[in-house]
């Protein structure tokens, strides 16, 4: 991989690699262009022009109700949850140093998903309850893990295989809270575990977007860091890495991403899993790969929803339901190519 140096004055300089530039700049692009034909789709179509100048602030009256108040607050939620799953897989990813360590894996995920279903289930809560359930749910399952795959350190296939059983008995809680419910609770529970962006609003958006604002730059910031503790801990601790603090840091932001991001749509499944690995091999480049991560978890959240509600005539899909299917396939994929390379 060629690294080119970008030197400005004062002696500042900057290390890039143009293949991962590129890579990112074109991902940004893609996710600008799918959100703006994703709203521009529904009962109401309308030109990625009329779209853009709406954003604007120069459409009528009623393109603004149906961009600024309908349409614009599900795509922003599906940017943020989008590139939330990708970035907290990316990092749990090179925690473990193992491409299936991925929230929706290892547990993390089902942890969210037994925190909301026990706020609806148990305590008949309402849209906002079950949110802050999953994100406490998975911010417990996160520690419970941590702890139970720690002995001197936290191996990444410990962690693994602890998440791998922890996801079991944890799946085994949901569907017993389902067979507890009720038939009103265990329908909205139902509902909900699909995961979808329907009816997504303003009121979703806003604590998910404060959550990335103050935790997606915390983890980009530790990437250098991530990237030494790809190498283990040893090599981590020779290049000045403070491998325990950085890795706590790190899988906290990572859970809480993850949590905040299931609280705000559901269990959307296999982004956190498939993101990092496409955009590392659309970069080339070695280390986690973050902002080309949370990018490519964004576009593939939005194509995946722009495919639900286009690709089946008049019924509309759930997109947890979409990217189970694309998500399975490249797991498929991912465990015959990691089998071939001798490495499962």
Known sequence: MTTKTLRAGGGFSVRYEPRAALSVLGLLVLTVAVAVVLIGTGDFPMTPGEVVDTLLGKGTVVQEFAVMD????????????????????????????????????????????VGALAVIVLFQGDAAAAAGGAVVGGLVT?????????????????????????????????????????????????????????????????PLFAVCCVLLPLVLGHGRALRMLEMGDDAAYALGVKVERTRIVLMASAVLLVAVATS?????????????????????????????????????????????????????????????????????????????????
């Open 70 to 113: 309908l349409r614009l607050p599900r795509v922003l939620v599906a940017v943020f949850v989008g590139a939330a799953l990708a970035v907290g897989g990316a990092v749990f990813q090179s925690v473990s140093r193992n491409p299936l360590g991925s929230p929706d894996v290892i547990g993390f995920g089902q942890g969210a998903t």
């Open 142 to 206: 996160g520690v419970t893990i941590y702890l139970l795959a720690w002995k001197k350190g936290v191996h990444g296939y410990r962690l693994v295989l602890v998440g791998i059983g922890a996801a079991a008995m944890l799946t085994s809680v949901i569907h017993y809270l389902i067979t507890k419910a009720n038939l009103v609770d265990a329908t909205r529970a139902t509902v909900w575990m699909t995961g979808s962006l329907d009816g997504r609003d303003w009121s979703q958006f806003w």
């Open 264 to 344: 705000a749509a559901g269990p959307i499944v296999f982004v956190s899993l498939s993101a990092p690995q496409l955009a590392r091999r659309l970069t080339r480049a070695p280390g986690p790969n973050l902002a080309a991560s949370a990018l490519m978890g964004s576009a593939l959240l939005l194509s995946a929803d722009w495919i639900a509600t286009n690709a089946f005539g008049e019924r509309q899909l759930p997109v947890g339901v979409v990217t189970g299917i694309l998500g399975g396939c490249y797991l498929l994929w991912l465990l015959v190519t990691e089998r071939k390379a001798g490495r499962i």
